[in-house]
């Protein structure tokens, strides 16, 4: 289960019941608006014997983010499934499945962030002691910076030599604080050498513990602070390669937390607009001696003399660059000073004229709202799109491709178990086993592919941008991922019945009411012949 960066595990208050989709929508959204922390819940089963967590942590690279349901009967938590999805109603769909509990209309309602506040209220209104018991964010000392993009590399720059190095790779699969704390772990001895776009660097380790170190711009602990920064390029580690120069006097942890909290520090600076040759100008020319020192004194009072010698040479013409150059205030203190500023807004970005900039605030999205409309059109016991709602869609795509002039295929198909004498009944797929037909196909499908139900027993899927061979490609893979394990205890690969028929425009028709003929005369030929995969074309 989850536990803070100390490894203490945290208790998480257990929910009265099964969570519902508001439940499970929030969590998702505050995993995504916060990429270094999981968000758990648990509640117990009716019996009280069981105790289930469910848990969300987002994905630093952009895929979705990844569910995990655990199981405890009071020993050590069983890891149930994990499931990487952003879809809170399959999410939910299969926790109820997974705890043998049906959906109810409870779960289901779709509301705004005020109706789940105002359930948090009542629950705490209920029950005085109970604090904040929707969802469980563990604590974190160290957030996970972000990389800061780098020049490309010239080839007098990566002339590097690979050989006699036990440890060698690229910076953009790994970030330098790991990569650093790897050395110190497997105590390593030797050199690592860095070659990026900021130019070269080493640092020397004794026993994983970093003894000199020098980059460009600066040496010792300094260095270590600029390469936190560092997101693009090489790095070797040369084993056995020492030197006698003592420039680093801090622990590796130490200097690994204080130079991220100075890139975080940085990445604030560069979302306002700053950049290392900017124009600074301060916000009020008129602004008292005692003014100045009452807003310095509210920060970073340990860098108060830099505070004041950065905004005393604020001159609306001189980029910061050169500024710093004149002013040398190393990057541990300059960071910091330059951020309280800021802050306090006492310092703005100018052009080169001396013009302020026009900084963009974000629009905040009601992710709520928007997932109570999507909730509208879809079937609550499958998760899936309903049929009015496949039609919609299909018109908006189709008039999307004439105009960009690209195509849409449309695959109609049937999901059945064959049952009776000689299996020659095919009838509709149980629950559980559709339940988990739909988790599969989500998984294999792109983001903007669309399932959805079609008429009143079939299913179909509108793929934008795909022509005709790369449907067929898609639905073998639908068939292959559908059959290669039993979708339940009475389906299995050998009574399971798959048939799909793909149509495309522009390549076979460009109505799109013949579109859908095309596709269900394909489907009702891949039931006849039993081959599971049937593109229209192909009859003719």
């Keep these: 289960m989850l536990q803070n960066q100390q490894g203490q595990g945290q208790s998480t208050a257990v929910l009265p019941g099964c969570p519902s989709i508001q439940v499970v929508h929030h969590m998702l959204a505050e995993a995504l608006d916060n990429q270094t922390r999981s968000v758990e819940v648990a509640w117990k089963s009716d019996d009280q014997t069981k105790l289930f967590t469910l848990s969300v942590k987002s994905d630093p690279i952009g895929r979705d983010p990844t569910w995990q349901l655990y199981q405890s009967t009071g020993g050590s938590p069983q890891c149930l499934w994990q499931y990487p999805s952003c879809d809170t109603l399959i999410v939910l769909n299969r926790v109820m499945s997974s705890c043998g509990q049906a959906m109810s209309p409870v779960q289901l309602t779709a509301v705004g962030a005020a109706a789940v506040q105002a359930s948090n209220a009542a629950s705490q209104a209920a029950d005085p002691k109970r604090q904040d018991d929707f969802y469980y964010e563990p604590s974190s000392t160290q957030a996970q910076r972000k990389t800061i993009p780098l ?111 100075l890139l975080d520090k940085l990445t604030l600076l560069k979302n306002s607009g700053f950049k290392s040759d900017s124009v600074l100008r301060k916000a009020n020319e008129t602004l008292s001696e005692v003014d100045l020192n009452t807003m310095l004194s509210l920060g970073e009072t340990d860098f108060i003399n830099e505070q004041r010698q950065i905004y005393h040479a604020i001159d609306n013409n001189t980029p910061f660059n050169q500024m710093l150059a004149k002013l040398r205030i190393e990057r541990s203190k300059w960071i910091p000073a330059l951020s309280h500023l800021f802050r306090c807004k006492l310092v703005t970005v100018g052009g080169d004229t001396g013009s302020r900039k026009r900084i963009l605030e974000p629009k905040s999205i009601d992710s709520a709202a928007v997932q109570a409309v999507m909730m509208t059109l879809r079937r609550a016991d499958t998760g899936m799109f309903n049929y009015p709602a496949f039609l919609y869609f299909l018109e908006q795509e189709y008039f999307r491709g004439h105009r960009a002039g ?69 639905a073998k893979r639908l068939v292959k991922a559908l059959t290669k394990e039993p979708l339940s205890v009475s389906v299995n690969e050998k009574n399971l019945s798959l048939s799909f028929g793909i149509a495309c425009v522009p390549e076979d028709f460009l109505e799109l009411g013949l579109i859908l003929s095309a596709a269900e005369t394909a489907r009702s030929h891949s039931v006849e012949t039993e081959q599971p995969v049937v593109i229209y074309r192909q009859l003719e």
């Excluded at 790095?235 to 030197?243: C, E, K, M, S, Y």
């Excluded at 178990?417 to 988990?436: C, D, F, Q, Y």
């Excluded at 027993?457 to 793929?463: G, I, N, P, Q």
């Design 151 to 261: 020049p490309a590399m010239s080839p007098a720059q990566t002339a590097m030599s690979k050989r006699n190095t036990v440890l060698n790779g690229e910076l953009s699969f790994i970030q330098i604080s790991a990569l650093l704390q790897s050395i110190f772990l497997a105590k390593m001895t030797g050199r690592l050498q860095l070659d990026s776009g900021e130019g070269a660097a080493e640092i020397f380790f004794e026993d994983g513990k970093p003894t000199h170190a020098t980059t460009p711009t600066s040496q010792g602990d300094e260095s270590i602070f600029e390469l936190i920064a560092w997101g693009d390029g090489k790095f070797f580690f040369q084993p056995q390669v020492l030197t006698k120069k003592r420039t680093v006097s801090d622990g590796l942890d130490s200097l690994i937390i204080h130079g991220v909290q």
């Design 406 to 474: 690209t195509p849409l295929s449309v695959i109609i198909f049937e999901l059945r178990v064959k049952t009776g004498i000689k299996e020659v009944i095919r009838e509709p797929l149980p629950a559980a086993a559709l339940n988990e037909a739909v988790l599969r196909i989500m998984h294999e499908k792109r983001h903007n592919d669309m399932l959805a139900h079609y008429e009143s027993f079939d299913y179909a899927l509108l793929c934008p941008d795909t022509k005709g061979e790369g449907a067929v490609v898609f």
